[in-house]
């Protein structure tokens, strides 16, 4: 079985999906971020389609022929390399790197836009932040990410048996969640060009912002399990 979990960032997924792993014997997790394009893939992407697929996430950066053979070649108990994108280097790890596996009885593929639809082309016109507005004022960038949704992710997303969506209570809550994270991550000593003031976090979640509060919209009438997050990430009344 192939269990999609979608969640948006900081919710706790990838928490969750190692809890699992631990509880249930067998259980092989695969993260959407591995899946990742090469940094040169990525850096032909922004200079032929547009500058903001420099920043990594949203769909068109993932390499989704990778994600089908994996899937496909786990399922059929093939022998298979699993994809590793090592965030260090921003590239793909290289295959001496990458973990040998074989027949798993679950898998657990997570992601922050695992499981999702295309937004539909009239609700693309008017920008849903400053990003939007003064980077992709002429909506070139989110159609074109829309598009591949719509397209090469629907034939990966087709490989779950079932879906289960870590529902965020807001957008504001995305937000402070990543600001958490990053909080967490100075505190810890990290320093570099990666680690991100709450000025740079609040540009860089911008990013996601439309296909998260679309996936929010749109994902809980549809997942086959919905876990409702409060502020906190607890679990509340639904």
């Given at each position: 079985?192939?269990?999609?979990?979608?969640?948006?960032?900081?919710?706790?997924?990838?928490?969750?999906?190692?809890?699992?792993?631990r509880a249930v014997p067998g259980t092989l997790v695969l993260s959407l971020d591995n899946l990742y394009r090469t940094r040169a893939e990525r850096s032909d992407l922004?200079?032929?389609?547009?500058?903001?697929?420099a920043t990594r996430g949203v769909p068109g950066t993932h390499d989704v022929d990778l994600g089908i053979a994996t899937l496909d070649a786990l399922r059929a108990g093939?022998?298979?390399?699993?994809?590793?994108?090592?965030?260090?280097?921003?590239?793909?790890?290289?295959?001496?790197?990458?973990?040998?596996?074989?027949?798993?009885?679950?898998?657990?593929?997570?992601?922050?836009?695992?499981?999702?639809?295309?937004?539909?082309?009239?609700?693309?016109?008017?920008?849903?932040?400053?990003?939007?507005?003064?980077?992709?004022?002429?909506?070139?960038?989110?159609?074109?990410?829309?598009?591949?949704?719509?397209?090469?992710?629907?034939?990966?997303?087709?490989?779950?048996?079932?879906?289960?969506?870590?529902?965020?209570?807001?957008?504001?809550?995305?937000?402070?969640?990543?600001?958490?994270?990053?909080?967490?991550?100075?505190?810890?000593?990290?320093?570099?060009?990666?680690?991100?003031?709450?000025?740079?976090?609040?540009?860089?979640?911008?990013?996601?912002?439309?296909?998260?509060?679309?996936?929010?919209?749109?994902?809980?009438?549809?997942?086959?399990?919905?876990?409702?997050?409060?502020?906190?990430?607890?679990?509340?009344?639904?």
């Open positions: 079985m192939v269990l999609g979990l979608c969640g948006a960032q900081g919710s706790g997924k990838s928490t969750l999906a190692a809890a699992v792993a922004a200079a032929t389609v547009h500058p903001l697929f093939e022998p298979v390399r699993l994809p590793r994108f090592d965030k260090a280097i921003d590239d793909r790890a290289a295959p001496a790197d990458q973990v040998a596996v074989r027949a798993p009885r679950l898998v657990l593929f997570e992601g922050w836009c695992v499981g999702a639809r295309p937004i539909d082309e009239a609700e693309l016109v008017a920008p849903v932040n400053p990003l939007e507005r003064d980077e992709d004022g002429q909506g070139a960038w989110r159609r074109a990410w829309n598009a591949a949704l719509g397209g090469p992710y629907q034939a990966l997303f087709a490989r779950i048996d079932r879906l289960v969506l870590l529902e965020a209570p807001g957008w504001d809550a995305v937000l402070q969640w990543r600001r958490e994270q990053e909080h967490a991550l100075r505190a810890s000593g990290a320093s570099g060009p990666g680690v991100m003031d709450d000025a740079a976090v609040a540009r860089f979640i911008q990013h996601y912002e439309r296909l998260t509060r679309h996936i929010l919209a749109e994902m809980p009438g549809r997942a086959d399990l919905v876990l409702p997050l409060d502020e906190r990430r607890g679990l509340r009344a639904s």
